[in-house]
């Protein structure tokens, strides 16, 4: 059964450092999706992708984030200057909405546990 | 403010129990729903779907939830639990009329089931 991935499983940064997330979504796939989940809270929508770009995003997802499809497989989520309050778990998903908008299932990876020092 | 609310955040049953997780979401207008679970160490999985018609739908694993439009309630149920459903489960919400694509999860309930 096709499966969103994520690489690292891990990421271990320093404040002020750049880090790039990534993700390989399920090959027919449309939507793209970056969530967050810190650490004893609730998972957060970030920002969702299609068509090559950014079709939705969330008050988090500022000018600190940046998401991109360098190539026909993978998503990237990238944080320019990390804060200690990025650290968090971080999921990628996918979706393939079936013709008229409405259906919308959305595939998790298995996250990408980031932690700023 | 428009959320999506889980009211146990732990719940501790023996096997063979029963199970009835609570949801409730504050979004008019029309909304898919969903329940997700995440078993330790492991990611997000869906367990089961709503996005029209019957309000009781099945999902995998014996489990089942009902829709309930005048209560917003989306409460997940299993009619008896076993150990390997430990696990942690979420509730969400995609409100179609301020956020197409977008989920909007629960807190979350962490269930442990005592053998």
């Known amino acids: 059964e096709p499966e969103v991935t994520q690489t690292p499983s891990h990421q271990v940064t320093q404040m002020g450092q750049e880090v790039i997330l990534r993700c390989v979504p399920i090959s027919n796939h449309l939507y793209f999706y970056w969530y967050r989940q810190i650490l004893g809270q609730k998972v957060e929508f970030l920002v969702s992708f299609y068509n090559n770009e950014i079709s939705e995003k969330s008050e988090i997802f500022d000018d600190q984030f940046s998401v991109e499809r360098p190539d026909g497989s993978n998503f990237t989520l990238k944080i320019r200057s990390t804060k200690l309050e990025d650290s968090a778990m971080y999921f990628c998903a996918s979706s393939d909405p079936k013709t008229g908008g409405s259906y919308n299932e959305q595939f998790f990876g298995p996250g990408t546990r980031l932690t700023v020092l | 403010a428009q959320s999506v609310s889980q009211h146990n955040h732990h719940v501790i049953l023996s096997e063979a129990a029963s199970l009835e997780l609570g949801c409730n979401y504050s979004y008019g207008g029309t909304v898919n729903l969903f329940w997700y679970v995440q078993y330790p160490g492991q990611h997000l999985q869906l367990l089961l779907k709503y996005f029209s018609g019957d309000p009781l739908v099945k999902g995998i694993k014996g489990f089942e939830a009902e829709f309930i439009k005048s209560k917003f309630s989306f409460n997940l149920r299993k009619p008896s639990v076993q150990w390997s459903d430990t696990a942690e489960y979420f509730c969400?919400?995609?409100?179609?009329?301020?956020?197409?694509?977008?989920?909007?999860f629960g807190t979350g309930t962490r269930l442990l089931v005592s053998p």
């Open positions: 969400a919400v995609n409100p179609l009329n301020t956020g197409f694509q977008k989920l909007v």
